[in-house]
């Protein structure tokens, strides 16, 4: 049985193999062609913070596939009220055949998955946030034709936060080959693990990912630029300072201007117009942005299947 929790645990194979399930279940679904993949599973989806898209997107997946899933916010089941993590992964697990968590401490999500007889999925945590990338990834295939074999081809520039979605660009690029940029303000790197990890992946896969503090170097040459808000959930008490260290590193038209001339824009969302992305490079790109969203719903299909066929039931 396999997990996952984050893609630190995957290879560039799996990934791929992943991410060519979800463009077969993509041309499925865009057919209005439902295959039963997953025909009875529960899913259960655990939320310890908000969620538009995941929610939506897991929900969705899960009744394309066959199965049905399960909205538990953690304001409403007995874990929001202290019930242990590892009793919690008993219970549910014991019903339900996948469950999805989107919580804080990436030690939480282990903590569920040691106790869980079924395949837990990472749906966001403080450190990462892997379902996105799968997304992303999807989106730069059909944008910037990622190119698995040339992955050297590729230029992605992050700017902005070393959040969970920094770490898992930097983990992706690493197992991948491609090459990143990342431009955060100082006192907002990358977490020291994940700088670690992507340099022992980085050795085989001769990624090459450059550590900045300025935006314009960072963009230089690049196919891809992102970014994500400056105050993720669980930081809203720093909203004002973090408004003050982050100037200088909105992603605006001039910005842009240094990249690729054909460079596409990528936001995982919810974006916020005039801090990390100003408006007009947001409505400018808004077609590959709301694409990468829709691209939640498909990659999470490919994943759910992939994992099923580990699963000894
Ligand atoms: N990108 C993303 O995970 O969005 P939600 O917080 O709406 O799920
Ligand atoms: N970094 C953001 C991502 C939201 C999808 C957060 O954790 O709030």
């Known amino acids: 049985m396999r997990h996952f929790l984050w893609l630190i645990d995957y290879s560039k194979k799996e990934i791929k193999e992943i991410i060519d399930l979800a463009f077969i279940i993509k041309k499925e679904t865009k057919a209005r062609i439902f ?23 897991f929900e969705v997946g899960i009744n394309q596939l066959g199965g049905n899933g399960i909205f538990l916010s953690s304001r409403d089941i007995q874990l929001g009220r202290g019930e242990p993590i590892k009793d919690t992964a008993r219970v549910i697990s014991s019903m339900v055949d996948m469950v999805m968590i989107r919580t804080f401490g990436q030690e939480r999500l282990a903590e569920f998955a040691k106790y869980s007889k079924v395949p837990v999925i990472n749906g966001l945590t403080d450190l990462c946030h892997p379902v996105q990338l799968l997304a992303d990834l999807m989106t730069m295939i059909e944008f910037k034709k990622f190119d698995f074999e040339n992955p050297k081809k590729t230029t992605v520039a992050y700017i902005g936060d070393g ?31 994940i700088k670690e990890k992507a340099l022992e992946f980085s050795k085989e896969s ?19 630029v992102t970014t994500d808000t400056w105050v993720s959930m669980g930081q809203e008490d720093e909203k004002e300072k973090r408004i003050k260290d982050f ?40 077609k590959e942005i709301f694409q990468e969203a829709e691209n939640r719903l498909h990659a999470q299909k490919g994943l759910m299947v992939w994992l099923a066929k580990w699963q000894n039931r």
Not at 164 to 180: P, T
């Open 35 to 57: 295959k039963p993949y997953l025909k009875n599973y529960q899913l259960a989806m655990i939320f310890e913070k908000s969620s538009t898209r995941t929610r939506v997107s």
């Open 206 to 224: 001769k990624a090459e990912i450059k550590f900045l503090h300025d935006p314009r170097e960072a963009v230089k040459n690049a196919d891809v």
């Open 247 to 286: 100037q200088g590193f909105q992603v605006d038209k001039e910005l842009m201007s240094l990249a690729k001339k054909d460079a596409i824009f990528l936001h995982c969302l919810p974006a916020y117009r005039g801090y990390e992305v100003s408006e007009d490079v947001f409505e400018e790109h808004a």
């Open 163 to 193: 959040n969970n979605m920094a770490n898992s660009w930097v983990i992706l690029a690493s197992k991948l080959g491609f090459n990143l940029n990342i431009a955060t303000p100082k006192g907002y790197e990358i977490d020291e693990f």
